[in-house]
């Protein structure tokens, strides 16, 4: 049903490209609200997306730990998804595992539009919670993530030179020191990101990204492949 429904849209709106720069003043009208229509049926189907995303995860996280008594470790690679658990830190010390109950919903919204590769959408749900809740370490991360996947190096740099600043969990202070390495080498200053590539290492050997930047940059500067915890980056 949704492979039919889906098909439908896509022929419809290759009909409207094909036809929209010829058309005069009110066809253009027309198209534009036809547009808008099939907009509303994406987002729609999107947020229905959404919401058994997160029942399903929520469910299968209950299975797998009934009493929720353990966070699980966070996991970042090329190959690993980057959907992290939304749970509330009830009796964990450190800021990083502490995701405020106002913050979670929109944390997990961010997180399905990050899934589709729908970036801005996912910056958008990110930056929110930055705003209510400045010392969520999570929403910075997949902010400053969504930001490298987006090529806006400053703000992801911005965000993750605080991450650093406030995060004291090896797996994400790793993560942010390889991403800033990553956006060195980007500008082609690789001294610098060798350097913060061995400082990530340091930080977090079982991080395996930084490692691989680093040989990339001393073995084939010229062509680089840069990954920084959620993907793979080709820089030419």
């Known amino acids: ?121 996912a910056a958008l749900q990110f930056q929110t919670v930055i705003v209510q809740s400045p010392e969520c370490n999570l929403a910075r991360l997949f902010l400053g993530m969504t930001h490298m996947h987006l090529q806006n190096w400053n703000e992801a740099q911005r965000h993750f030179q605080l991450l650093i600043a406030l995060t004291d969990f090896p797996k994400w202070l790793a993560m942010g020191y390889n991403a800033l390495g990553c956006i060195q080498a980007v500008h082609m200053n690789l001294a610098q990101a060798e350097q913060l590539f061995k400082k990530a290492y340091d930080v977090c050997p079982s991080f395996k990204d930084a490692l691989n930047n680093l040989k990339s940059c001393q073995e084939t500067p010229q062509q680089l492949s840069l990954y920084f915890g959620s993907t793979e980056l080709c820089c030419l």
């Not at 929209?20 to 099939?38: D, M, V």
């Not at 966070?71 to 009830?90: F, G, N, Q, R």
Request: hydrophobic content about 40%; charged content about 30%.
């Open 1 to 121: 049903m949704f492979q039919h429904m889906f098909a439908s849209m896509n022929e419809m709106l290759d009909q409207i490209m094909g036809q929209y720069e010829k058309a005069g003043a009110q066809e253009k009208k027309q198209y534009e609200e036809q547009l808008n229509e099939l907009k509303k049926v994406s987002d729609t189907f999107i947020e229905q997306w959404l919401e058994f995303e997160e029942k399903f995860a929520d469910f299968k996280e209950r299975q797998a730990n009934p009493d929720l008594s353990e966070v699980p470790e966070i996991m970042a690679s090329p190959s690993t998804d980057m959907k992290l658990p939304v749970i509330a830190a009830v009796s964990c010390n450190a800021a990083d595992l502490e995701i405020p109950d106002e913050a979670a919903e929109i944390i997990s919204k961010g997180q399905g539009y990050y899934k589709l590769f729908m970036f801005r959408q």
